[in-house]
C-alpha cells in the first residue's frame, strides 16, 4: 500500500511568484494537514483538513491556502513567495484526527530566490 | 493549550551506550504523546505512541518511552545506539494539529 505521496520533491521559486504543492494521502485517510518546517526548526502547523472542510489553521499568513478534493488529496498554495518561506513543506495524513498519530510524506523542498 | 519541550537541542552518544532523549509536557488530562524520527531531508517516520494504558510503550527499531505522570515526561530510550540512529528527534502531542516539539539532534560517535 502507499505511503503518503507528495510531488514535487523539489523546487525553485523567485520572490513573488505562486507555488502549489500536491499530496496524496493513504488510502482510506481522510485527514491531511500541511507543515511548515525551516532548517533547524520542528515541523510547524499550517493547515488541517477532514473531509474536504478544513478544519484549523496555524500561524500563517492569509498568503497560504489549501484545498481538499473529493478523493482526499490536497493542494497547498504560497502566494507571493518570500525568501522566508524557503523550508520543507511536509504533508500527513490520517484516518480521522491528530489523536491517533499522523503519517507523513517525504516532503517538497522549496526554495525561494 | 498542550504543548512538549525538548530541553536537548543536541545528544552526542558513542555507539553501543544506551540513550535517553528527553520530552516533558504540559496538559492537565492524560495526554497522547507521540516521538518521531526525521533523517536528513526526510519526512517524519513514527517511532511510537502513547494513548493510555501501560506505561512503558514498545516502538519500532528498538526504541521505547515511559510516561511518566509525576515528572509530566515521556523520555525516549534505547539501550543500544547504532550508528544509523544518527537523526533528528521530536517529540509531540496533538494540539488542533501535532505539536511538535524543537527537536533533539542525536550524534553517534564511533
Known amino acids: 500500500d502507499a505511503g503518503v505521496t507528495q510531488s514535487p520533491t523539489h523546487l525553485i521559486k523567485t520572490r513573488g511568484q505562486q507555488v502549489t504543492l500536491r499530496c496524496s494521502p493513504i488510502?482510506?485517510?481522510?485527514?491531511v494537514s500541511w507543515y511548515q518546517q525551516v532548517l533547524g526548526q520542528g515541523p510547524q502547523f499550517i493547515f488541517q483538513?477532514?473531509?474536504?472542510?478544513?478544519?484549523g489553521r496555524g500561524n500563517f499568513p492569509d498568503r497560504f491556502s489549501a484545498r481538499q478534493f473529493p478523493n482526499y488529496s490536497s493542494e497547498l498554495n504560497v502566494n507571493a513567495l518570500l525568501l522566508g518561506d524557503s523550508a520543507l513543506y511536509l504533508c500527513?495524513?490520517?484516518?480521522?484526527?491528530?489523536?491517533?498519530?499522523?503519517?507523513f510524506g517525504s516532503g517538497t523542498r522549496l526554495t525561494v530566490v | 493549550a498542550q504543548s512538549v519541550t525538548q530541553p536537548d537541542i543536541h545528544i552526542t552518544v558513542s555507539e553501543g551506550a544506551s540513550l535517553e532523549l528527553r520530552c516533558n509536557y504540559s496538559?492537565?488530562?492524560?495526554?497522547?504523546l507521540f516521538w518521531y524520527v526525521q533523517s536528513p531531508g526526510q519526512g517524519l517516520q513514527l517511532l511510537l505512541k502513547?494513548?493510555?494504558?501501560?506505561?512503558l510503550v514498545q516502538g519500532i527499531k528498538g526504541f521505547e518511552a515511559e510516561f511518566k505522570r509525576s515528572q509530566s515526561s515521556f523520555n525516549l530510550r534505547k539501550p543500544s545506539v547504532h550508528w544509523s540512529d544518527a537523526a533528528e528527534y521530536f517529540c509531540?502531542?496533538?494540539?488542533?494539529?501535532?505539536?511538535f516539539g524543537k527537536g533533539t539532534m542525536l550524534l553517534v560517535s564511533p
Open positions: 500527513a495524513s490520517s484516518l480521522v484526527s491528530a489523536n491517533y498519530g499522523y503519517t
Open positions: 502513547y494513548f493510555s494504558g501501560d506505561t
Open positions: 509531540a502531542v496533538p494540539q488542533e494539529s501535532l505539536t
Open positions: 488510502s482510506g485517510h481522510k485527514s
Open positions: 483538513y477532514y473531509e474536504k472542510e478544513e478544519r
Open positions: 496538559y492537565g488530562a492524560t495526554p497522547y
